[in-house]
């Protein structure tokens, strides 16, 4: 007698994701630093989860009006209102690189620590430098 295979159920088609936050150009003034901190922060509390996308409702809550926020299939993108670059970008830390706007180009080779020679964490800063 023929039985049919047996499969497992797929209950959650996406692997998981580590959200991570790179703000790629330098906040305008003190308020927007605190507000891209607390965005950072927030990612940093929710990084595991299998569609980025569910945190875009957080991202515009916490940045307000003065920001257009939008999402990619895996990512969700930050704009100052009126604006054509992006500010930052929520994205997965297994798939992607993007950098923050203080830290060095890629091209630069990897950043690493002299005492481990361990590649350091990339947008893992949570104070960021400049706009005081």
């Not at 088609?13 to 330098?26: D, H, R, T, W």
């Not at 605190?34 to 990084?47: E, K, Y």
């Not at 299998?50 to 957080?58: H, I, M, Q, S």
């Not at 990897?110 to 400049?130: E, K």
């Amino acid at each position: 007698m023929n039985q049919p295979p047996k499969s497992i159920p797929v209950t959650d088609p996406f692997p998981p994701q580590q959200a991570y936050l790179a703000i790629e150009l330098k906040p305008l003034d003190a308020a927007e630093k605190r507000s891209l901190q607390a965005l950072r922060r927030h990612v940093l509390a929710h990084t595991h989860t299998t569609d980025l996308r569910e945190l875009a409702g957080a991202v515009k809550k916490l940045l307000g009006s003065g920001y257009e926020v939008g999402c990619g299939s895996a990512h969700i993108w930050i704009r100052r209102a009126g604006d054509t670059e992006r500010l930052a970008i929520v994205a997965d830390r297994l798939t992607t690189a993007y950098r923050d706007w203080f830290e060095p180009p890629l091209d630069e080779g990897p950043v690493t620590s002299r005492r481990s020679g361990q590649r350091l964490p990339i947008a893992g800063t949570p104070n960021l430098p400049g706009a005081d």
